[in-house]
């Protein structure tokens, strides 16, 4: 659970990820594994994206899946530890947050 914001202040959304994947992608269940063993303070919501569905992303991330993105940005290709998520998801979703506060 993220951080509390006070009172008459509303909760900060969940920062959004992004996982490109397909179907019987090993690397990609490693990388799940590895979120689930992350510790961040702020709340995060995992999406799902089947490349396979879609051409264009085939082309785009074909062989680089998986592929996670933290807040709209690329973050990771491959493989990446519980530790270096951490490290980088606290950067790119304090750039998100402060992104959605300017939004309003």
Do not use: N
Not at 19 to 35: H, N, Q, V, W
Not at 44 to 62: H, N, Q
């Amino acid at each position: 659970m993220g951080p509390f914001l006070g009172f008459g202040r509303k909760r900060a959304r969940p920062v959004p990820l992004v996982l490109y994947t397909r179907a019987g992608c090993g690397l990609c269940e490693e990388l799940k594994r590895e979120l689930a063993h992350a510790r961040v303070e702020r709340e995060w919501e995992l999406t799902e994206v089947d490349i396979a569905a879609d051409p264009a992303l085939e082309e785009r991330w074909g062989r680089s899946i998986p592929v996670l993105e933290i807040g709209g940005k690329l973050a990771f290709k491959g493989r990446m530890s519980a530790a270096e998520f951490q490290r980088k998801f606290e950067r790119l979703a304090a750039e998100w947050l402060r992104a959605q506060e300017a939004q309003g």
